[in-house]
């Protein structure tokens, strides 16, 4: 019952934080909505961490039935094991992160209590979504953050300079979604049909039970899921949108890209281990999207200019990994790495909006550098997110990176190749971001230095927490060549807590080939930072403007121009169409029909009416008529018909 109420209590709270804020934030004072908003969501953690210390087996909370058809149920119920109460975790714990740092970021914005709604309400969305013991109640947590991402993508929709390309930026993010949704729709009713069923553990359980289920339809359900989750995790075809989400406010990038909505898709997967352990085609599909999304998104992100951009395609690329060991069937590799990336992801977006703070809104890294000194919290932070990003040794992204490239030397050495080319790109374009933003000469002008400042202590203490879980987040798994009493845990705790995935063993690789790998892997990290220190820091090399640009560099900057093959096949083809239907079918046909109609209806009642125009006369004259017709059809009926 104790575990019921602090379920019930995670949900609530940012819930009624949302409610709060939205009826009455208005008129509050900034600092109390904030506060509100922020104290709602690590409350929620803080009873995270309990159920996470009291945590037994898998525990179903149900609150009340939804739809019940003969042997069909629906119900709002709640599912408590490791996955979920793992997802929560990350979910309120870098989310409050984020809260505090939008006190400060936000504070001159006049939609503050607006903005402060929408995130809580996030936050709920998610939660539902991780928390949920049926796809039904994940479907509803899954449009929520959908729905919220497009609010907060375009929240500054009316701004006078950038208000139409953030409502075009929001409404992309939004179609696409959507796409992915009528995926993860007609898998929903291919499972209905299939298992009469949307409970996690019922089918799982039915599967376990009855093999005759596991047919055909098994490729089909997991490619519908699969496709959902390529919309909101970003994968190829459907990742276009993330990057324009940079349209947003930063703490919204950092929400929407480190611990929200952009793992929903990996969530799924996970979650739908026991469905895509039978489809190995549509894993084989999950592994080479994942792969082509990484090395794509990397190389697209060597030539970005804007600091949000960069971290945006970062981002892409990463889910590509994380994809890549969910195609392995290594479901906990994933989930560590959306962990350690939760850390230093969400540190690198908020360590931009410090930046973008301190410059007064300049977004493009042409025009800084040398803020090393002028930012310093600022830039020991980013240096730490950058450095466990790009594979460092000992840092929390150099372990999860590990593990993912050894399932794949592991399964795979071909993959294994791909992978560490992805990486070493990553390595490139992470320190040229870092090098050109706080190394050399400030490039802006005097005046624009003379402003830069640090950020305050509401932003500066997430970005103080997120550098330390960057650092030492590479715990939670360690490897288990030195550390044999500690190793592996995540694999142990998820494996253990999480149905389906403890008959789910990860490749572990001996000694010498593990040694071999991780030296390598830090060769490589080591070696390009070394390089782009020699090359942005010390020689001073700029970033290039557009007209400086060789071939392979354009085609980066100008992200293999897909947005322009989209708008030519897709968007330009639509909007002709609409428009022929709004010209002759919505103009000539409907609109001139019903202008037809009304006057064929206008004169006939102009004609009859003088039928009643009050007038004896004109009356019997018509009665008289009517009983001369009368009289004449039955003369003709009885002489002639007859």
Known sequence: MAKDLTLIFILALPLIGFAINGVFGKKLPKVLVGGLATAAVFLAFLLALTLFNGLEGVQIVRLFEILHYDNFQINASFQIDALSV???????????????????????????????????????????LVLGSNYFVLFFGWEGVGMCSYLLIGFHYNDAEKGIANSLAARKAFIMNRIGDAGLLLGLFML??????????????MLQSNPALQGGAMFFITLCLFIAATGKSAQIPLFTWLPDAMAGPTPVSALIHAATMVTAGIYLTVRSNFLFELAPLTQNIILYVGLATTLVAAFMALRQNDIKKVLAYSTVSQLGLMFVALGFGTYTVALFHVTTHA?????????????????????????????????????????????????????????????????????????YVVLVLAVTLTAIYMFRLYFLTFHGTFRGTDALKAKVHESGLSMTLPLMVLAVLSVFGGLLNLPGLFFHGAAHWFDHYLSNGTFGLSSVHNAHLDFNTAMGLMIFASFIAIIVGFWAFRNYAQKGALAKSDEQMNAWETLSAKKLYIDEIYNAIFVQPLLKISQFLATVFDVQILRNGVYALADSILNTATQTRKWQNGFLSSYLFWMVLGLILFVSYYILKLTVWH
């Open 192 to 205: 209905i049909g299939q298992f009469g069923s949307l409970e996690y553990l019922e089918i799982g359980k």
């Open 343 to 415: 850390f230093f992801k969400a540190l690198l977006f908020l360590g931009s909006g410090s930046v973008i703070h301190g410059m007064h809104e300049e977004q493009d890294i042409r025009k800084m550098g040398g803020l090393a000194k002028l930012m310093p919290i600022t830039h020991f932070t980013f240096l730490i997110g950058t450095m466990a990003i790009a594979g460092i040794p000992f840092l929390s992204g150099f372990y999860s990176k590990d593990e993912i490239l050894a399932q794949a030397l592991h399964h795979n050495p071909v993959v």
């Open 86 to 128: 793992w997802m929560t975790l990350i979910i309120t714990g870098i989310g409050s992160l984020i809260h505090l740092f939008s006190m400060g970021y936000m504070s001159h914005d006049e939609g503050y209590h607006k903005f402060f709604t929408y995130l809580n309400l996030f936050i709920f969305s998610m939660l539902l």
